[in-house]
């Protein structure tokens, strides 16, 4: 053997040892989590309490940077330009599959930038009236819409928000002439069907459930493929006979593509453990949210299929965002 190979096979050895030892101490530094919203949304609230508890098991910073705009294009962007070593991760929602098709350029592309880590929640929406309207069930609010064409509208968060995609799913499927009102988040949306401005709503669960359970808005169906914990009578659209009719806002825990397997492997076991713990899963039923907590191949198989779904819905109905 010559001295070159002795050299080289030395070397490798002392590569090769050092791998383990290099997963082993992740994180050594402060990680920052980019939010790609502001402050206080859905996405940021589960976003902190996941970041929590994963700065609890590891005794280090995680530390959430709110990145807004653009509909979280611009978070999203940043996060996929950064290094792929760990240390800069991003906690998104369905903007995430839903963008690529509701704007003309994105700075980054959903598959091929980011290595999912774990769906971490699952929140539906919920399809409410007020009460003044003259339906108790979905197929009454169908048939009454039916009735009187262009008559009736529906407030949603605002344009390419999920309950909004899923307010279109059940226009499109249905063949329904319903007029789409967007708003500027869950709140304003439902505000306005308890003023009774726009009568019905796909709206997001944290803003309603406080208002149905005080008899301000009348809860139809959650658009979730089981029930709610926050709305246990409530059914879901497959229970009202609309099973074509599904689809929720979760989030998830990203990474830009490239970053280790160990360094991924080692962030799903922490986001899977974080979701399961007691006080985690009491504040998030509180929010009607879900704990998920899947593998990361399973968050890039879901990551797909949303795109594909939400993609022919979009085209459909003629959506671009402004």
Not at 242 to 254: I, K, Q
Not at 258 to 278: D, F
């Amino acid at each position: 053997m010559t001295f070159a190979s002795t050299l080289r096979i030395a070397f490798l050895a002392v590569l090769v040892s050092t791998l383990p030892a290099a997963a082993e101490t992740y994180p050594s530094r402060p990680v920052r989590v980019i939010v790609p919203f502001a402050p206080g949304g859905p996405t940021d609230v589960v976003a902190r309490l996941i970041v929590n508890k994963l700065a609890e098991q590891t005794g280090k910073q995680f530390y959430v940077e709110n990145v807004g705009g653009a509909g979280g294009n611009v978070g999203e962007g940043r996060a996929a330009q950064a290094a792929h070593d760990g240390y800069t991760l991003l906690v998104t929602g369905g903007n995430h599959t839903n963008n690529p098709s509701l704007y003309a350029h994105l700075t980054y592309d959903p598959i091929k930038d980011f290595q999912g880590v774990s769906i971490v929640t699952d929140q539906a929406a919920v399809l409410t009236v007020h009460p003044s309207l003259p339906v108790k069930s979905v197929k009454e609010l169908v048939d009454l819409i039916r009735a009187t064409p262009g008559k009736y509208s529906y407030a949603s968060p605002g344009t390419g928000t999920p309950p909004q995609l899923v307010g279109e799913l059940f226009k499109l499927s249905l063949k329904l002439d319903l007029v789409h009102v967007p708003f500027g988040g869950g709140g304003p949306a439902v505000g306005s069907t308890v003023a009774g401005h726009t009568p019905i709503s796909f709206g997001a669960m944290a803003p309603a459930v406080p208002l149905i359970k005080d008899g301000k808005l009348r809860a139809l169906a959650v658009t979730s493929k089981k029930r709610s914990g926050a709305l246990p009578d409530v059914p879901t659209m497959a229970e009202a006979g609309f099973p074509e009719v599904e689809g929720s806002s979760w989030t998830g825990l990203f990474a830009p593509a490239g970053t280790p397997p160990e360094i991924i492997a080692q962030l799903n076991r922490m986001a899977v453990a974080a979701v399961a713990m007691p006080d985690v899963k009491d504040r998030l039923a509180a929010l009607g949210i879900e704990p998920i907590g899947n593998s990361p191949e399973q968050c890039d198989a879901f990551v797909r299929s949303e795109m594909d779904k939400w993609s022919k819905v979009i085209g459909a109905a003629g959506l671009k965002a402004e």
